[in-house]
């Protein structure tokens, strides 16, 4: 256990006055993990803050619709988050009475929630002795043991999952785990380590090795893809149009403007060429067309999207245009919609 002590007394000293830190409600700690999967803490907390702000518990989320809570996550990315926290809060009304249940298994079969999250929320809340083991943890893991099984394996998961819970001392199995992510996310960091002031430098073979930036190894390697999509702002006497997104695709649930994707970059002569564009404006009589905003790159974790907009006058209505939502154009920020749109009204 002297590893788990060293972290736990790194941790009184170093951590950060977070607003989730002093919490015991599992609820606050859930909103809390689920948003710190996919993004910064300096960024999370004002987006943890508006979003309890306004579902402060189980019930409210549970209460809003679908759309709302897409709105109050409005930014922050990785929608899908969003979406299973609405669907897992009336699970847990429907279910479990409005009580968030105590039990690992329990919390782990509510939607959205994983291994880590589920260890996270049962550790913090109860002091169960179920190790977390996120990004910070593998790191923090792999150069004090010099482990060269990648991270992004069926077996990797499982050796890392135990050994994370071979160095946890379980009777102080919250201070632990806080204290093992915190220690990764500030001091084991991924490219510039505090190796000179570690308290684990004398215990951590990849310092040893005089390589601890190899550590952790992955095996695979994210392959991004590029996609292209053309906006058809279309406007007609102060009113414009907006579909929302479906399927299984990035930003499912928010809303856009009629969209055309490409396999390549097209100008818009090449745009108004494609049966899809012949498709939509058919009807729509004398078209007046300005280009608002091109080429604007966007980077998700897997893709990089080129985004046009083009602002487009319409003469009548098109039947086309009968499957999308008719809204006045200073409504549009009601809707959620995704960080593109949003950059592309700013301008």
């Known amino acids: 256990m002297e ?54 518990d189980v019930q409210s989320l549970a209460e809003a619709s679908e759309d709302e809570a897409l709105k109050y996550w409005e930014g922050l990315g990785y929608y899908s988050r969003a979406r299973n926290l609405h669907a897992a809060a009336r699970q847990i009304m429907e279910q479990y009475g409005g009580k968030f ?26 002091n169960k002795p179920y190790p977390v083991v996120d990004g910070n943890v ?40 806080q204290a093992i992510m915190e220690f990764g996310a500030l001091q084991c960091t991924p490219q510039n380590p505090a190796c000179m002031f570690c308290p684990l430098q004398s215990k951590c073979l990849g310092y040893a090795s005089g390589s601890p930036l190899s550590y952790p190894v992955k095996r695979h390697k994210t392959k991004t893809r590029n996609r292209y999509f053309y906006y058809l702002h279309i406007i007609y006497r102060g009113k414009t149009w907006l579909n929302r997104r479906s399927g299984n695709d990035i930003w499912k649930g928010l809303y856009e403007f009629p969209l055309i994707e490409t396999e390549a970059p097209v100008d818009f002569a090449q745009l108004q060429g494609k049966d899809n564009f012949r498709q939509l404006i058919k009807g729509a009589g004398k078209l007046s067309v300005s ?35 008719e809204i006045p154009c200073y409504a549009i920020n009601e809707y959620a919609i995704p960080r593109l749109l949003q950059i592309y009204l700013e301008k």
Not at 7 to 27: F, V
Not at 101 to 123: D, H, Q, R, W
Not at 145 to 163: N, S, V
Not at 303 to 321: G, H, V
């Open 138 to 177: 593998f790191r923090v893991l792999s150069r004090l043991f010099a482990l060269d099984t990648p991270i992004d394996t069926g077996k990797g998961k499982k050796e890392y999952t135990e050994l994370a819970a071979s160095v946890m001392n379980p009777a102080k199995a919250a201070l632990h785990n």
């Open 101 to 126: 249940p105590a039990a690992y298994n329990e919390v782990l079969s509510l939607k959205g929630i994983g291994a880590y999250t589920a260890a996270a929320i049962v550790s913090f809340v109860w």
């Open 291 to 325: 280009a608002e905003a091109s080429d604007i790159k966007h980077v998700l974790s897997h893709q990089i999207l080129y985004a046009t907009f083009y602002k487009i006058k319409i003469e009548k209505i098109p039947e086309s245009l009968q499957s999308c939502i």
């Open 3 to 56: 590893i788990s002590d060293i972290l736990i007394d790194w941790y009184g000293t170093n951590k950060r006055d977070l607003p989730w830190r002093k919490a015991s409600d599992p609820y606050i700690i859930w909103i809390s993990e689920i948003i710190l999967q996919q993004t910064r803490v300096a960024q999370g907390k004002d987006y943890f803050l508006h979003f309890t702000g306004r579902f402060p």
